[in-house]
């Protein structure tokens, strides 16, 4: 069955240091791969948009990366902030699925 | 910020009512969808509509209906509100790119909903 993988697990770091979250995925042909964060009782907020055939994008602080072999992405936040605080998800379009399918988030809290 | 608009933002209502979620967007936006979503759990895909006149059943099953009457409006309704309805449900929508797919979502501040 297809599956997207983020940990369940908080996690929590300290301001300043960079913040890496990771999404796994399997069986899924992803076109496209997108990170939204979430902030409690709001809707996700579109961040970054990576393409099946791009290695790394970039958006100020934020980093993704994108591993067709591994089936994986990792999302980096850079000199973190408390403001950084949040639920970011992953999200992929696949060929065939046509719709965008989401991970169950992975929570960042940024200690100050 | 997103011009995408949920009403009412938080309903507790009890069962058999009916009720209407609604969701505007301002953006011209073809493409609209409706998520249901639970803590901590993943967006789950209830309906989609890619133009007026055009609605789609996602991948959750669900009982409830949406129309596509005018581009910027998908209302969602639950003909008779059980407890199993209660969530947050979240709609988005996005533009309808030429080769499709990876386009990306607008979400407006979604509606929590609790049936007694």
């Known amino acids: 069955s297809q599956k997207i993988e983020q940990n369940s697990e908080a996690l929590n770091i300290q301001e300043g240091k960079t913040a890496t979250l990771t999404c796994n995925y399997t069986?899924?042909?992803?076109?496209?791969l997108q990170w939204y964060r979430q902030d409690p009782g709001r809707g996700p907020v579109f961040l970054l948009l990576?393409?099946?055939?791009?290695k790394e994008k970039r958006k100020e602080r934020l980093k993704v990366t994108f591993d067709t072999t591994l089936k994986q992405s990792l999302f980096h936040i850079t000199a973190s902030q408390p403001a950084d605080s949040a639920t970011y998800l992953c999200?992929?379009?696949?060929?065939?699925?046509?719709?965008?399918?989401f991970g169950k988030g992975n929570q960042v809290v940024v200690i100050p | 910020e997103a011009d995408i608009y949920q009403t009412p933002r938080y309903l507790v209502i009890g069962t058999g009512k009916k009720i209407t979620l609604e969701c505007s967007q301002t953006?011209?936006?073809?493409?609209m969808y409706w998520y249901q979503q639970d803590p901590g759990m993943e967006l789950h895909l209830i309906h989609y509509?890619?133009?007026?006149?055009?609605?789609e059943k996602g991948d959750l099953s669900s009982e409830s209906t949406v129309s596509r009457i005018r581009t910027e409006h998908f209302p969602l309704t639950l003909e008779s509100a059980r407890p199993s309805h209660t969530s947050q449900y979240l709609c988005?929508?996005?533009?309808?790119?030429?080769?499709?797919?990876?386009?990306?979502?607008?979400f407006g501040p979604g509606t929590r909903l609790l049936v007694l």
């Open positions: 509509s890619y133009g007026v006149n055009s609605t």
């Open positions: 990576i393409r099946e055939n791009e």
């Open positions: 999200a992929l379009w696949a060929y065939g699925n046509n719709r965008l399918a």
């Open positions: 069986n899924y042909s992803p076109a496209y």
């Open positions: 988005a929508s996005s533009e309808r790119r030429v080769a499709g797919g990876g386009e990306t979502q607008y």
């Open positions: 953006m011209g936006h073809d493409k």
